[in-house]
């Protein structure tokens, strides 16, 4: 059968070397090609294969796969250039009704051993597997064949081995859980790392496209190349000339005397896929392609060639990539000037982004390990630059630019680990002007961009800016400075009035700026001169020296109470005249971060440095100060923490949610809004505790229900209801407070008049005790996955819009996050002497929402509100869910876009 995750062609993935292949579905057809797969191993592994040396045995393991159509069969393929290099294949026991297990097997071509091959494929038969409801492999091996039994044992699921005689039994469980996932983060990094070798240290490089004029940008790259002192081989084509700056030139890719590894593609937008057709042919392993003005068809025929091929492929639409590594020293790029060497990882979306990014950096005098202008990101893209920046044993930086996402978790994953190891910033482009506007009252609008990327971004440890200055402030203090291990700021300043202005930009940044202990300010006015205040800010008076200003900032670096010093300094007559320059007390190495303002620079950020004694980074503005600072605040924060896991829960029924929604989108193809009674069921399955509750559809029936649901007040609420009903207030279908049976009649007669046949029933609850009105809720988002969104509930909450989200699968640390990030949170522990709302039992109701949209895809919208939090408990009273029918792809499955 066909896997519908790999379509019908299948999907590309990166072997341990970087190599490409193609894993798809077997075919009836493919017969032939795992027969030559077989006919071309040798005795030996003809044994481990089959446990004998039949060449019978090889012809009916072919016969096999002619007869993949058959239920309980899966076989998966991995090709290369049309030739079966390998195989993986579970069978279910027919004879078993229900079963859950499944037999495996998987061979690989003897060239392709020791290259990933055989793990790649059980991969996707994992997750194919686990599609059709299977939980266990059994794998029969010879105890000889180590290898195998090492592939098995290295997937990062759960293996248990049986022997019997020479023959070992392993059962493998498919649990995918965090141990699995991050052996799959391992594999991929690696592979990913591998191939991205000939793009960025490349043994030769080719210009196909180098003009003769100087305006060429193809002549530009090259000049760049030469000028930059490549150490390696250079050639260029062109078919008019025989050479270019030096350069010996061929007139087609073809005519080379040598496959380049890597091939610099300037020519005009229509001549590309021929090109890299004939790169491919020639034996090139990876292209940047400069053109842009790609049509989808092109783009798909251009990405076509790179996958047959096995190229990676920086672009379309790029200003090229450069690598400043000493045994490289390739500047690939047609920008003006060369960055520094240095280790700052630099990639982006956009080529002048890129320039000013790499002008800023180069002023700052921080250098670059490399830079990719990823363009149009039909390739490469930001999770392989993070990996490769992760590995190649110079970045202690990453700054990026990114106008949109291909696989958003993947690299959510990605940057959580590379975090740990170097600060990662990035411009948070693409922010709109709908994702600004005030929330609507259902999940899916409150779901804004803007939230959804900051989620992101949260969870993932990255530093997000918005501007390419705001990048560079916060760039230069995380470089140059160590982290603060608070958010205590103390601000000392040469001009009083300076000084104010610095504290309150510190506080308008989340900072904190304490007045400073006694012992500590009695020791600042011992340092400084008679009239100086030791307040916070403090006051050092125009006439402060370098010496005295530096025994000053000392003093507070080593103070437990100061997380931070901001230094803000304004030019006085009083330095021309003496030459104490109080500016040379800022350099210095000291424990904790120490920034600058000098109001009388022209540059926005510099870094001031002192031979063989650090630098400092100085800004012209306090508020461009304080918000770096609050950024490296944030990071030592999310640092200090542990990485969050995954709660496990009891009571869950993936099974019955799964069988309701399969059950209501047979019924309903196109999806649609789920009845009370299917919300309340779906709920259950998850232990989302609800409010008690009936259905009635006629007068009497609502007057029956709430004598038997009327609370200790004994009132009631109706809730009118019809498929896809919004804003239940707005529409005037709730009646509240209703006692005794008269009531709730003249209640139902005024609903059932108002809305006549649209309504199809009321929802009938007794009225809840009060407490904090919340929201909570599922968005699926068709690129970011599952989003799960919290805050303020009621008719409040398309008012204030004050909402939280994260993507799923929460883990504890990300719960405690979102709840604390509304600004209503303070309602929630206690405010002003109040008692602290059931906190557990909201992170329950969160975790179990971000279960529910895990395992459920086609879960489009789920919307809780209001939720009613108080000491005592949380009570979800009403819930909206919709279904469509989706499939959304693994994002952890290794493949290639």
Known sequence: MVNTALGVE????????GT???IRSARTDDRDGVRSLYEGMSEENLRFRFFGVSRRSAERAAERVAHCDKPGYQGLLAVVDDVVVGIAEYEVDDARAGSTSAEISVAVADAWHHRGVGTLLLEHLVHAAREAGITTFIADALAQNAAVLKVFADLGLRV????????????????????????????????????????????????VGAGTKPTSVGRAVLRNIRDGHFNGRVCAVNPHAHAIAHTPVYPSVSDLPYPPDLAVIAVPVGAVPEVA???????????VVLASGFDAEGASTLLDVCRRHGMRLVGPNCLGLANTEAAVALDATFAAHRPLPGGAGVGVQSGGVGMALLDGLSRLGIGVSSFVSLGDKLDVSSNDLLCWWEGDGRSELALLHLESFGNPRAFSRTA?????????????????????????????????????????????????????????????????QPLPT??????????????????????????????????????????????ACAGNPVDATAVVGAAALRSCVDRLTTHDGVDAVLVVLVPTALVRVTGDDPRLALTGRRSRPVAAVLLDQAETVRLLRAEDDGSVPAYADATSAACALAHAVTRAEWLAEPPGTVPELSGIDSDGATSLVDGYLAERPDGGWLHPRQCAELLSYYCIRQSPWSWAESEGETARAAALLAGPNGLVALKAHWPGLQHKSDHGAIALDLGGEAAVRRAYSELAARFGDLMTGVVVQPMAPRGVELVAGIVQDSVFGPLVLFGLGGTATDVLADHAARLAPLTDRDVHALIRAPRCAPLLFGHRGGEPVDLEGLEQLLVRLSRMACDLPELAEADLNPVVARPDGVLTLDARIRLLPRHMQDPYLRRLR
């Open 160 to 207: 248990s081995r049986h022997f019997e005689g020479p023959e070992v039994r392993c059962s493998i469980r498919l649990d995918e859980d965090e141990t699995y996932l991050s052996a799959v983060d391992v594999r991929a990094a690696s592979a990913d790392r591998a191939s991205l070798l000939p793009l960025l240290r490349p043994g030769s490089v080719v210009v």
């Open 277 to 287: 057709e004939q790169c491919g042919l020639r034996g090139v392993r990876a292209l």
């Open 10 to 17: 299948g999907v590309h993935a990166l072997l341990a070397d």
């Open 416 to 480: 959580r680990r590379v975090a740990r190891r170097m600060p990662v910033l990035t411009v948070d482009a693409g922010r709109s002007a709908a994702g600004r506007r005030a929330a609507a009252a259902h999940t899916a609008a409150a779901a804004t961009p803007t939230m959804t990327r900051g989620a992101l971004f949260s969870q993932a440890g990255i530093t997000a800016t918005r501007t390419i200055a705001e990048l560079l402030d916060a760039a230069a203090l995380l470089h140059s």
């Open 20 to 22: 490409t292949v193609r």
């Open 486 to 531: 608070g958010g205590s700021v103390a601000v000392v300043a040469n001009a009083a009035g300076a000084g104010v202005l610095a504290a309150d930009a510190c506080v308008e940044a989340g900072l904190k700026v304490p007045e400073l202990p006694a012992r500590l300010a009695a020791g600042l006015l011992a340092d400084l001169p008679d009239g």
